[in-house]
Each structure stands twice: as C-alpha cells, then as structure tokens.
C-alpha cells in the first residue's frame, strides 16, 4: 500500500488546514488508519486514528477537540482537519495503515507509512 499525503503549509496560530491522504489500494477498508507527526528534533508522536468502518476514532489528547479524522473509502482518502492550531503543532505529519482492529499509537504497529507533509504554525 503506498500512502500518499497533501495539505500541509504555513499558517498562523489559530487558522485550520486539512491534510489528505491518498492510498494506492481499493481496499483501504482492510486498514485501520492513523495520523502520527514529528516535530523538529523529537520522536514521532501518535495523532490520531479511525477504524476500518469508520464508526470510532481516537485521538492524543494534545489535539483533541481540534483535530478530527475522517476517511472516505470511495475517493481511498483520509482526512485530518485541524483547526486552532497552535506553533507546538509544527511537524511533519504522516499518515499510516494498520491491519490491527485494536486502537494502536505505537508507530511500530503501523505496516505501511506515507512520506509525510510539513505543517509550520508561527504565531
């Protein structure tokens, strides 16, 4: 599977941006789908993820309430609106796929990793 991310900028402190992620395989239904994110000289972090189906989502709590994830498995895409950004938000964000059914943060849980797309937030 290869997973291909878009969206990523430069913004200011409370603006939103929505970053995409487009995956190669018609059965993206297979995967559970997370968004991880690395800032500047620290380890990547778990964001957020959503289920095979969709139904359920979870997230870190330092973006809870303003990060949402979302997937569209006609378009093989999914979606992580951020909103009220903040400048501890700058990263570089990956989205990844897991084949686990269980809520899963650790990155090494994650088979198939995207190239990730830089999110700069100044304030």
């Known amino acids: 599977v290869q997973l291909v991310e878009s969206g990523g900028g430069t913004v200011q402190a409370g603006d939103s941006l929505r970053l995409s992620c487009v995956a190669s395989?018609?059965?993206?239904?297979?995967?559970?789908m997370g968004w991880f994110r690395q800032p500047p000289g620290k380890e990547r972090e778990f964001v957020a993820t959503?289920?095979?189906?969709?139904?359920?989502?979870f997230y870190a709590d330092s973006v809870k309430g303003r990060f949402t994830i979302s997937r569209d498995d006609s378009k093989n895409t999914v979606y992580l609106q951020m909103t009220a950004l903040k400048p501890e938000d700058t990263a570089v964000y990956y989205c990844?796929?897991?084949?686990?059914?269980?809520?899963?943060?650790?990155?090494?849980?994650?088979?198939?990793w995207g190239q990730g797309t830089q999110v700069t937030v100044s304030s």
């Open positions: 395989t018609r059965t993206l239904t297979r995967y559970r």
């Open positions: 990844a796929a897991t084949v686990s059914t269980l809520v899963v943060t650790r990155p090494p849980m994650y088979l198939h």
């Open positions: 959503i289920t095979r189906s969709g139904d359920s989502t």
